[in-house]
């Protein structure tokens, strides 16, 4: 299996922003728990009751480019 970190969001879209802030969540994940975990990906689940689905379900592999803006805006 696969260990990831999902965030759930109830926005009108899925933003950029949004995975800054999950692989921000990643980098405290990963510093608090010594590695224990690793994080093979990130995600984000939007909610919404505007959808035929009602959900809409991105995965990201390689998250720490999103890191690395988030540094850039510290």
């Known amino acids: 299996g696969r260990t990831g970190i999902v965030d759930i969001k109830t ?3 899925i933003y950029n922003n949004y995975w800054v802030q999950v692989a921000a969540y990643e980098k ?3 510093e608090t728990k010594k ?11 939007r909610l919404t009751p505007l959808r035929k ?5 991105v995965e990201m592999d390689d998250w ?6 988030f540094k850039a805006c510290q």
């Open 35 to 45: 590695k224990l975990l690793k994080i093979d990906f990130v995600a984000i689940l």
């Open 53 to 57: 689905t009602y959900f809409e379900y």
């Open 28 to 30: 405290i994940f990963a």
């Open 11 to 13: 926005g009108k879209r």
């Open 64 to 69: 720490r480019e999103s890191f690395e803006a």
